[in-house]
Structures are given as structure tokens and as C-alpha cells.
Nanobody
Framework: VQLQASGGGLVHPGGSLKLSCVVS?????????MGWYRQAPGKEREMVAT???????NYADFAKGRFTASSDTAKNTLYLQMNNLAPDDTAVYYC????????WGLGTLVTVSS
């Protein structure tokens, strides 16, 4: 199983980015949990958004109203649409999918700076 995240980059404050995470080797439809996490410099990794198999979705408070997580089971891909980005959103963003065990992507760097 491999998770390949992409879509990060440099964006100005107030801008938008859409991250993608292509999953290969196992179907995301059968996952227990999938989602996005981030780790800012000098900080611990934190949850951004998750979606459980039963449809339950959770967003971190900082993500509510700005970020939208989605997925396409036909493409076996997770997405994270991020709007109105702020410098505090600068971090490496990771995708994660849990079946019997957890799998993580390598991460994609998002830098929000003017």
C-alpha cells in the first residue's frame, strides 16, 4: 500500500490550495478511517480532517469553514481543499488511511507567506 500526497506549494495569505492523496494497493472504500493531518515546524502532528467508514466526519476547529475534505473512491484518492489560507497553516500535510493498520503518505509542504 502506498499513499502519494501532492498539491502543496507556496501560496499568499488568503489564497487556496487543493491537496490530493492517491492511494494504491488497497481500496479506500474499505477503510476504517481516512484523513489529513499536518505538522508545523516545531509542533506536533495534528488532525485536520477525518472521515470514518460510517460517514462520520471530523474537522479541527481551525479547519472548519475553510477546509473541505473529500474523496473519490473510483480514483482511490483523497482531497483537501483549503481556502483562505493563513501563515499559521504553514505545515507539512499528510494523508492517512487506516484499514487493519495505519498507512501514511510522505507529506506535502504548504507554505503560506506574502
Amino acid at each position: 500500500v502506498q499513499l502519494q500526497a501532492s498539491g502543496g506549494g507556496l501560496v499568499h495569505p488568503g489564497g487556496s490550495l487543493k491537496l490530493s492523496c492517491v492511494v494504491s494497493g488497497k481500496s479506500i472504500y474499505s477503510r476504517i478511517l481516512m484523513g489529513w493531518y499536518r505538522q508545523a515546524p516545531g509542533k506536533e502532528r495534528e488532525m485536520v480532517a477525518t472521515a470514518a467508514r460510517d460517514g462520520t466526519r471530523n474537522y479541527a476547529d481551525f479547519a472548519k469553514g475553510r477546509f473541505t475534505a473529500s474523496s473519490d473512491t473510483a480514483k482511490n484518492t483523497l482531497y483537501l481543499q483549503m481556502n483562505n489560507l493563513a501563515p499559521d497553516d504553514t505545515a507539512v500535510y499528510y494523508c492517512r488511511v487506516r484499514w487493519a493498520r495505519d498507512y501514511w503518505g510522505l507529506g506535502t509542504l504548504v507554505t503560506v507567506s506574502s
